[in-house]
């Protein structure tokens, strides 16, 4: 592996733990509840059953892809602007397809790291 | 706010504080905005007066909680509903059968209390859910495959107690089938277990499942006999491979042979779950709109023939998973087809690559049948979530009405027929043709699937409800019953398996007044109801 | 002959010229044509949104007021409207409340077709962001910085649904939070 590509390897790597070294406790406590919670529905990975429209888009986020049409990101996580009320609204309330959660499985803590986490800066 | 039966806020207040007395204040529910937690996201009844509500919730850490906690509620007489994860969706969710019970959300017990990949088995408490298990036996690396249900955020014991179901090797996918030891807490707050577990120093609880003399485990399914604490689960070996493979058959009469076969190779143990579906009728998610053909009532053989001819497609499909080291796959691929090419002239084959398990972290995101390959995950709800077919008006959630029928090719295209003449009746498009598949959850009979929406909107829901009620009526008039349903429905689902004028809900009514004098236990669950309700019917 | 409501009719609208770059003739036709009908919605706790809904009110077909809870209001009546007939709403709102309905309403197929952004300073002062259809953009320069803009507003309410085809882009632009120090509130037209 020559210099140059040694350089590369070492700046991508260090991007990728400077990002998560950005993440406050709070924020990256709500990752935790959020990859456990939220993300096999409202994550980025592609894959799956039933083709999502073809897309392979997980449900939430393929469900989001139809309802925003390309005006806003459909994967949660790329959003900047969703709004903490929204967002419990949504998670204590319920929404379509997607059912109330309890506090035995998120907490109102959990929650609100959730939010910090979807709110964190970018 | 609703109140328990037959007793006033003061009582429910004292209760509640000895609830807090156990738990601690943080693991009781009373405020309204709490306690709204605890409502059924699919409820068919949402926003009505019928719709099932808790009064409240008391969330327990263990088992000699539990128990106190069903010491006071018989004390002051207040019905207790279990709940395990409370992600029973279609079924009734969190929410109680009876309006005024306290949930006992039983998810903060939630230890995987052992998995062993030598005896293949775990042990679990309710709270535990198929992902968390799933990522406990991959961290330890144990080689083990579980069975999950659809989604997978469900608990292994919660969905077997309501005798749900999966997707891999048959006697798995019977979910309480392939349970192996209880431990309840009776309504009378004591504490048993069944099996060897019943013998003090046991250490054969999850290798042997019945003890001596009659075994109760039944009991405490899809009932309200007692509240699980702690369950043994069968688990598979994890398989050295997998590989996925295809049998078409030409033409509609084919079916039964079809049939024939894979129940054989089924019931011999040799496949994975069959997987049924018409490539002429146009596949399960691509219906192709068949037209002329239905415009004069249910077509006859010969028509629909004609019509499998004209597609140039097969009429029948079945696809299963063979599991096991390469050398037994390919042998039994060969055998398949040699029986098939024997029993069915135009019998074709297709099969994808054979493929190593377990499947590495990195390549699960991407694969199209995690379930067949005990992988939870969530990929179900693209069949009710907004699509580009329901965009302008996606339902609020489903409520599934699963038909049972026999494992044969007129049980299937009888109860399709029955399921469309009730959707027509009631003023729906029909869910079902003659070129509806079974589903084999359970490896010994077929399912004929439909989901009826529901709502946030009661007069939606009344028109869904009626068409739910219309479809039991109808296949109940066919000898065909549900399997598992929604409170709404469950007093009307019960009431069609009424052999001998109700002998077996009889039966059930005089083990509940014994077990369970106080009626503490989720009254009214699948139609049983403790005796001071049994007249009004809570 | 010209009779009293005549010269009301032709007073007002040249009244309302003076307030937006247009001819009063055009105002004129556009408020005496007949009505699209639309939904009104407004938040009790803010006195231009209140100023706003008594003077909407006569030709809103209904009017909602948020009363604190958005979400009781969508699901009690306003979503299963919209899911048969596509109504238009007008609002004057908190951003916050906007973001919410927005989202609501992409549920429905429906999305924020006008925004007119209100940042009200401690003094009272106020700074307006429009964003719509280039008409509306140039009508509203003459909105004033002082209190009263809501009622203002109401009565364009006309001139804002006969320009539906506005420049869709105008939702989502400014976010849903207010500056610090300042109060955020925002007319809004979804359709």
Redesign the interface.
Known sequence: MNKLSILCLFLVSSIGVAEAQELSPAEASGKVVFDKWCEPCHGRVAGGVFGGLGTNALPGTSALMVKYKGDLPPVLEDRIDLQPIYISTVVRGGLYGMPISRKTEISDADLQNIIAYLNRPR | MALPPNTSQAEFNRALAEFESVVGAD?V?SSD??V????D??SPLWGEEEERIASA?V?PDSVEEVQEIVRIANRYKIPLYPIS???N?TYG??APTLTGSVVL?L??MNRIIEVDDKRNYALVEP?VSY?DLFKYIREHDLQVMLDVPDP??GSPMGNSLDHGVGYTFGPYRDHFGSHIGLEIVSAEGELIRTGAGAIPGSDAWQDFHYGAGPSIDGLFAQSNFGIVTKMGVKLMPMPEAFKNVTVTVPRYQDLQSLIDEVNYLEDSYLIGMPFYNSPAGGGL?DPTPLGELMQNGWPNPEQLEAFVTAQNKPAWSVSFHLYGPQEIIQGTWTAIQRRFSDKIAGAAFEEEDLHNLPIPDDDI???????FLGIP????????????MN???????HADMFTMAPRTAEGVHTAARVLAEAYQEMGFPPATSPFSTPITFYARAFVVAVLIPTW??SAKNAASRALYERCLDKIAEIGMGTYRTNPAFQELAVSKYSFNEGALLKYQEKLKDAIDPNGIISPGRYGIWPANMRNNRG | MINRRTTLKLGGAGALASLVNLPAHTLAATNTSSATPFHAIYDSVYSESVGFANTIQSSASSIMDIEGDLSKLWYGQLRNQLITSCTPLMGLTTRLDLFCLEELARDVGMKVSLRIDHLIDQLGKVEHQINGSPMINSSLVKLGHKSGFGSKLAELSGLFLNDLTADLSAQKLTGPNAPANKTALVTWMIS
Not at chain 2, 365 to 371: F, R, W
Not at chain 2, 391 to 397: I, K, Q, W
């Open positions: 693991w529910f905005a709490d709204a937690l605890y409502r996201s699919y919730a969330a994860t409370g992600r969706l969710g969190a959300d998810k903060r709270g992902f997978g955020w998610f995101p991407a694969l199209p049948d995690k379930a995950n969530l990929e179900i709800f693209h069949i009710v979530n907004r699509n580009p965009d302008n008006d996606p339902p609020d959630g946030r909107d």
